[in-house]
């Protein structure tokens, strides 16, 4: 008997390449995954004070690369088809590196509105791709590649909050410092290109994909889908106004940083560890729910106790965000039976995770123009995340989503 379409297509695209040189490589693309969003956060003040822009226009620095995430997400599937993964990663490392480089233009800030776009369009390409080549490519290492790639996709959150900062005063230049941040996904392209080099250029997907085809009405995917959009409000909207929160209420910017820092850095851990686990432990649903539960109190403690212990609730709330959000990527190669169903799963789930996401920067921004009040803003998110835990038992074991 001939050998099923997605058993020719993982043959045919991992013979060129040894597991340890694709993770290498997969690792150091998704260094790119969220830096050029945390990176903006924690300089948001030196940017206002050039600019004069309010609270609102500056949440829309975070809302314009998510939206662009979840709407690029869905031409994902058809991009593959056209010219294939390999040079699908090439153009979004390209868009990355040229939307950091400039905003090294100081004395040009609405630029910054076009590098939110360009930047969107390259994290959502290069994410849309992920999964499909983890299925595809690593089918028996899904637990440790998925570990891998979303642990280093934090690590670039806590890059961009931790390092900026001090970059800036290394430069005495906050533009400079953002635009520092294209060094990472340089490095990346190269050890792309070397770690691709024999690979077919139209390593496309043997099977069509549409919209009509994604799983709209498979009611697993939408409580996964669900999951991770009501994380991704709270997420993004703590990306962005989390170090300036903390700026305004009296710590110094650099402090600041360093308690984003923090925030990111615990991210890190947290995929390490939950994602890593996620395909292993048993009752994989109530870790779920205590992770989202622990970071709905840590959010409570940010905004009404801002000077409680603000490290120990900052890493708190960033393991569990980030942790929880870690397992249901995790579930996207699970759930699927082969590299196409993780390609349709996974433009359905981040079309509709970062066009909802999207909007939690902007509308957060709203709620501090008109109640000038913090404790109010984390409030507000804290009720939005608690009510992930109603979406969180459907997400039984052994099943898939074709």
């Known amino acids: 008997m001939p050998p099923s379409p997605a058993v020719r297509e993982t043959h045919h695209l991992s013979h060129h390449v040894s597991q340890g040189v694709l993770l290498t490589a997969v690792v150091l693309v998704a260094l790119n995954l969220r830096v050029a969003l945390s990176s903006l956060p924690t300089v948001i003040t030196d940017i206002q004070d050039a600019t ?42 390209l868009a990355l590196i040229f939307s950091l480089s400039m905003r090294a233009l100081e004395n040009l800030p609405e630029l910054l509105f076009v590098s939110a776009f360009l930047s969107g369009v390259g994290i959502a390409l290069t994410a849309g791709v992920i999964p499909g080549i983890v299925r595809a490519q690593l089918p028996d290492s899904l637990g440790t590649a998925n570990a891998l790639w979303t642990t280093a996709m934090m690590a670039s959150a806590a890059m961009g909050g931790a390092l900026t900062v001090p970059i800036a005063i290394w430069l005495d230049s906050w533009s400079l410092a953002l635009a520092f941040w294209a060094l990472p996904a340089v490095i990346a392209l190269l050890f792309w290109f070397v770690a691709e080099r ?15 085809s994604l799983p709209w009405r498979n ?11 009501i994380n991704s409000i709270v997420f993004y909207s703590s990306i962005a106004w989390i170090a300036p929160s903390f700026v305004e209420r009296g710590l110094s910017q650099e402090d600041a940083g360093w308690l ?24 994989r649903r109530t870790v779920l729910t205590i992770a ?23 890493i708190v709330f960033g393991f569990f965000i980030s942790g929880a959000f870690a397992m249901l990527l995790g579930l996207l190669s699970e759930y699927s039976v082969d590299a196409p169903s993780a390609a349709r799963l996974t433009a359905m789930a981040f079309f509709i995770t970062y066009t909802i996401g999207a909007f939690g920067p902007f509308f957060s921004g709203v709620l501090l123009d008109v109640f000038n009040s913090w404790s109010v803003v984390f409030t507000v998110l804290a009720v939005i995340l608690i009510t992930q835990v109603a979406f969180v038992p459907p997400l039984k074991r052994n099943v898939t989503i074709t």
Do not use: E
């Not at 991009?79 to 490392?93: C, D, F, P, S, T």
């Not at 009611?219 to 959009?229: G, I, K, Y």
């Not at 989202?292 to 900052?314: E, H, M, Q």
């Open 52 to 93: 004069g822009w309010s609270d609102s226009t500056l949440g829309v620095l975070t809302t314009i690369p998510v939206l662009c995430m979840g709407f690029i997400a869905l031409t994902v599937p058809s991009l593959v088809m056209l010219v294939g993964r390999k040079r699908v990663v090439i153009v979004a490392l």
């Open 198 to 212: 024999n690979a077919p250029n139209h390593d496309r997907q043997t099977t069509n994909l549409s919209l009509r």
């Open 219 to 229: 009611p697993l995917a939408w409580a996964l889908t669900m999951n991770m959009a």
């Open 260 to 283: 984003f820092g923090a925030f990111t850095g615990a991210q890190v851990v947290s995929a390490l560890v939950l994602a890593g686990i996620s395909t292993r432990i048993r009752h």
């Open 292 to 314: 989202i539960t622990s970071a709905t109190v840590a959010l409570v403690a940010i905004g009404w106790a801002p000077s409680f212990v603000p490290w120990i609730t900052l």
